[in-house]
Antibody, heavy 124, light 107 residues
Framework: EVQVLESGGGLVQPGGSLRLSCAASGFTFSNYAMSWVRQAPGKGLEWVSAISGGGGGTYYADSVKGRFTISRDNSKNTLYLQMSSLRAEDTAVYYC?????????????????WGQGTLVTVSS | SYEVTQPPSVSVSPGQTASITCSGE??????VCWYMQKSGQSPVLVIY???KRPSGIPERFSGSNSGNTATLTISGTQALDEADYYCQAWDSSTGASFGGGTKLTVL
């Protein structure tokens, strides 16, 4: 059974940093791209970042480019999101999601499995 | 950036057919997928590549994409289908682009 489990969320002050983790199981982690998608309280879904199966390709939404860094450790079946220079508008539930292909960036890209999410609150 | 637009809400009576639209420029040139998100839960993929259903998704869920509009159709809608539904397309300049979501109410 495919499972992805996020952790690392919490309360952080504006300008601060936080690292999210996503532990994956039930599939060959290194064969698939992975992504982060967030949802602000009461709002819709927003794609944040993605990384190819081998980690060589990384992609970011304009809203986080230069502030967030996605990475993965295939030996630990774990995905990460390093967030810095956090702003109030980054407050959201952050979901880890699996992409059903090795590479990200194709016309048919979608997310076939999602975690339960971890809440990040940016406030003083 | 590429944007897709959904109606904020759709209502349907139990047993009837619900249609939720997703609009975007030349949307038929892109693959569209749909997610269902029940209150307090994570999104679940219900349609991908315009018309395909993942395993475990009931046959009453179907999708289409033509021109500038993609449509999610739920036939014989049940109370348990009440949820927020999001469409998503992919664009080389934007990455994954989600619609704003449609709240489906089963009256």
């Amino acid at each position: 059974e495919v499972q992805v489990l996020e952790s690392g969320g919490g309360l952080v002050q504006p300008g601060g940093s936080l690292r999210l983790s996503c532990a994956a199981s039930g599939f060959t982690f290194s064969n698939y791209a992975m992504s982060w998608v967030r949802q602000a309280p009461g709002k819709g879904l927003e794609w944040v970042s993605a990384i190819s199966g081998g980690g060589g390709g990384t992609y970011y939404a304009d809203s986080v480019k230069g502030r967030f860094t996605i990475s993965r450790d295939n030996s630990k079946n774990t995905l990460y999101l390093q967030m810095s220079s956090l702003r109030a508008e980054d407050t959201a539930v952050y979901y880890c999601a699996k992409v059903p292909s090795y590479d990200y960036g194709g016309n048919s890209d979608h997310f076939d499995y999602w975690g339960q999410g971890t809440l990040v609150t940016v406030s003083s | 950036s590429y944007e897709v637009t959904q109606p904020p809400s759709v209502s349907v009576s139990p047993g009837q057919t619900a249609s939720i639209t997703c609009s975007g420029e030349k949307l038929e040139d892109k693959y569209v997928c749909w997610y269902m998100q029940k209150s307090g839960q994570s999104p679940v993929l219900v349609i991908y590549q315009d018309t395909k259903r993942p395993s475990g998704i009931p046959e009453r869920f179907s999708g289409s994409n033509s021109g500038n509009t993609a449509t999610l159709t739920i036939s014989g809608t049940q109370a348990l289908d009440e949820a927020d539904y999001y469409c998503q397309a992919w664009d080389s300049s934007t990455g994954a682009s989600f619609g704003g979501g449609t709240k489906l109410t089963v009256l």
